[in-house]
C-alpha cells in the first residue's frame, strides 16, 4: 500500500505561483510513474502532468505547458511548480501514483491517489 500526503496549495492572486508537493510513502518510489491531476467543482478529474520514474521524462497537457513543471527527488517527493496561475486552474489538486503505465494522462492507471490540496487563483 502506498500512502501519498499533498501540501503546498492555497490562495494566490492569478500571474502568482506556487509549489505544490507529495511525499509518497513506499521505499520503492523510483520505480512509480508519478502524476498530478486535477478537479474542479462539477468536472471531471483532468490530467496535469506525470513523470517517468527515473525522472527523466515528463508529460503536460496544452493547458498547463510551459507554466507548470513536475520534478521528483530521491526523498520520496514529487513537486508540481505552477506559475502563471489563472483563474481556470481552481481546482482540487491530487497525486497519483502508477506501477506501470503507457498512458500517463489516464486517471484509471494510477493505483494510489492522495487526498488532494485545494489551489484557488483569484482574478
Known amino acids: 500500500q502506498v500512502q501519498l500526503v499533498e501540501s503546498g496549495g492555497g490562495l494566490v492572486q492569478a500571474g502568482g505561483s506556487l509549489r505544490l508537493s507529495c511525499v509518497a510513502s513506499?521505499?520503492?518510489?523510483?520505480?512509480?510513474?508519478m502524476g498530478w491531476f486535477r478537479q474542479a467543482p462539477g468536472q471531471e478529474r483532468e490530467f496535469v502532468a506525470a513523470?517517468?520514474?527515473?525522472?527523466?521524462?515528463a508529460d503536460y497537457p496544452d493547458s498547463v505547458k510551459g507554466r507548470f513543471t513536475i520534478s521528483r527527488d530521491n526523498a520520496n517527493t514529487v513537486y508540481l511548480d505552477m506559475n502563471s496561475l489563472k483563474p481556470e486552474d481552481t481546482a482540487l489538486y491530487f497525486c497519483?501514483?502508477?506501477?506501470?503505465?503507457?498512458?500517463?494522462?489516464?486517471?484509471?492507471?494510477?493505483?494510489?491517489w492522495g487526498q488532494g490540496t485545494q489551489v484557488t487563483v483569484s482574478s
Open positions: 497519483a501514483a502508477a506501477r506501470e503505465s503507457n498512458q500517463w494522462a489516464t486517471s484509471t492507471e494510477y493505483n494510489f
Open positions: 513506499v521505499r520503492t518510489f523510483s520505480t512509480y510513474v
Open positions: 513523470i517517468s520514474p527515473n525522472g527523466g521524462r
